[in-house]
């Protein structure tokens, strides 16, 4: 309750350069879940470079569905918040400013476009900013293959995972210490002398904390999802093996959580082969580990056996970007960034400057991000139909640059005929 109240007060400050649409209604949390009204504000930040192209595209096609589906009965309020160039021009310089972070959490769900990571002048990414801000603790990237998609694998049909990746911990937390400075000496000389631990004098030190706080609350996120979706296993990944107190804690930490949280449900694989003769029984759900080499392996080699997949942040990092290519890569790969409640959707990829304002870039990756931002306020009628609308605007060859070089006989538009050709397709 002191949450909801908390956020009730937010909502009456304020905003210097937002504006909260008259029309549309503010989503809110009740009883721990998501209220959401049939005129929602939802949040959108343009992004840099070919942001504006991808955006008014998305756009044009997330508000055709809303209306071909529910007819005027459900639509978006779409409101501006600022990050990036476009909040540097509008505030001074500041382009991550605070009343960002604050509709963020006042509104709870945003899509983004991609922001700059200014170079230099200690600029931390924007990106990493956010999730740290708004403790975004949950990355996840449904990875899966869309008919006449160009590909690298003989059956990409057999790609279809959602990849759960902590976002707070891990290497990430920029504990890292230069060679030969006063503090990687420090600690050096703390881990040699007082600690026992044997290294080679001057190295770099980086450190790697990862708690069962961290670790639990990300894997209940993903069985969470896989049992509300329908998916048959979960696979924790990790490099147990080398690391035990920290990746290996992650496997332990999620077979405990899922035998005291999910008892009665959850079936490990000794007990598939043990009791069921390796048939998942009907509304039991899988719960594996593999250890993360093997795993770049399993999903090239038998992709099938994979379903929803929760990894620490490095694995998960390395993970979503290569499976993603099994299906075409980054101008598809949607994205979301999960807190309890405030999620922010997003293009995988950067800004690909050298493409920006010329209309020609794939907006997939945007477009898809869409799609799971409808799912999560719960309009899975206009998600569905975005996707099949998609689904066949590839499949008649009508395609951007990117992907029209790898196929034959593409027909090759710009972002905005590509919006087009979908809209039509709805
Ligand atoms: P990038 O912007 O993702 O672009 C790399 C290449 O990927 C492009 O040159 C293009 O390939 C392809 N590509 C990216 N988006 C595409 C799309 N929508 N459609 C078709 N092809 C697409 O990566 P980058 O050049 O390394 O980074 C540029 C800036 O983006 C940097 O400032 C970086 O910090 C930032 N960035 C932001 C985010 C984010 O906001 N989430 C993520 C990554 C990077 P071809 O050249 O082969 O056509």
């Given at each position: 309750m002191a949450h909801e109240q908390a956020h009730e007060q937010a909502h009456e400050q304020?905003?210097?350069?937002?504006?909260?649409?008259?029309?549309?209604e503010r989503i809110t949390v009740r009883e721990g879940r998501l209220a959401v009204p049939d005129n929602p504000i939802l949040m959108w930040i343009e992004g840099d470079g070919i942001g504006p192209d991808i955006m008014t595209a998305s756009k044009r096609i997330w508000d055709a569905a809303a209306q071909k589906v529910y007819g005027g009965q459900r639509k978006v309020a779409w409101m501006e918040v600022y990050a990036g160039d476009k909040a540097a021009g509008l505030y001074d310089g500041n382009y991550f400013p605070d009343e960002t972070l604050d509709a963020l959490r006042d509104f709870y769900v945003g899509i983004k476009g991609p922001l700059t990571t200014p170079v230099g002048g200690g600029f931390r990414s924007l990106n990493?900013?956010?999730?740290?801000?708004?403790?975004?603790?949950?990355?996840?990237?449904?990875?899966?293959?869309?008919?006449?998609?160009?590909?690298?694998?003989?059956?990409p049909e057999l790609v279809d995972v959602v990849i759960y990746r902590e976002n707070t911990e891990d290497v990430y937390g920029g504990i890292e210490y230069k060679a030969g400075s006063p503090e990687a000496e420090k600690v050096q000389r703390?881990?040699?002398?007082?600690?026992?631990a044997a290294m080679v004098?001057?190295?770099?030190?980086?450190?790697?904390?990862?708690?069962?706080?961290?670790?639990?609350?990300?894997?209940?996120?993903?069985?969470?999802?896989?049992?509300?979706?329908?998916?048959?296993?979960?696979?924790?990944?990790?490099?147990?093996?080398?690391?035990?107190?920290?990746?290996?804690?992650?496997?332990?930490?999620?077979?405990?959580?899922?035998?005291?949280?999910?008892?009665?449900?959850?079936?490990?694989?000794?007990?598939?082969?043990?009791?069921?003769?390796?048939?998942?029984?009907?509304?039991?759900?899988l719960i594996k580990d593999r250890i993360a080499d093997i795993m770049f392996q399993q999903m090239l080699l038998r992709p099938a056996e994979y379903d929803v997949i929760a990894t620490p942040n490095l694995n998960g990092d390395y993970l979503s970007d290569a499976v993603a290519a099994e299906v075409g890569g980054v101008g598809i790969a949607p994205g979301a960034n999960f807190a309890d409640y405030v999620a922010l959707f997003e293009a995988t990829h950067g800004t690909a400057p050298k493409y920006a304002n010329q209309d020609k870039v794939n907006p997939g990756s945007l477009l898809l991000s869409g799609v799971m931002m409808f799912d999560y306020i719960g309009w899975g009628e206009a998600a569905d139909a975005i996707e099949s609308a998609y689904t066949r605007t590839v499949e008649d060859k009508i395609v951007t640059y990117d992907f029209a070089r790898q196929m034959d006989e593409a027909h090759e538009v710009k972002t905005s005929d590509f919006a087009s050709a979908v809209i039509e397709r709805l």
């Open positions: 304020a905003y210097e350069h937002i504006t909260v649409p008259a029309v549309g990493v900013a956010l999730r740290q801000e708004l403790d975004l603790y949950a990355c996840v990237r449904p990875v899966k293959w869309y008919p006449g998609i160009p590909s690298p694998l003989r059956h703390f881990l040699v002398e007082e600690m026992g004098p001057h190295s770099g030190i980086g450190i790697k904390p990862m708690s069962e706080f961290g670790s639990k609350r990300l894997i209940r996120k993903a069985i969470d999802y896989a049992l509300s979706s329908g998916r048959k296993s979960v696979t924790l990944v990790h490099k147990g093996n080398i690391q035990k107190y920290t990746e290996g804690a992650f496997m332990q930490w999620g077979y405990e959580l899922a035998r005291q949280e999910y008892a009665g449900v959850i079936v490990t694989e000794e007990q598939l082969y043990d009791q069921y003769r390796g048939q998942l029984p009907e509304g039991k759900l």
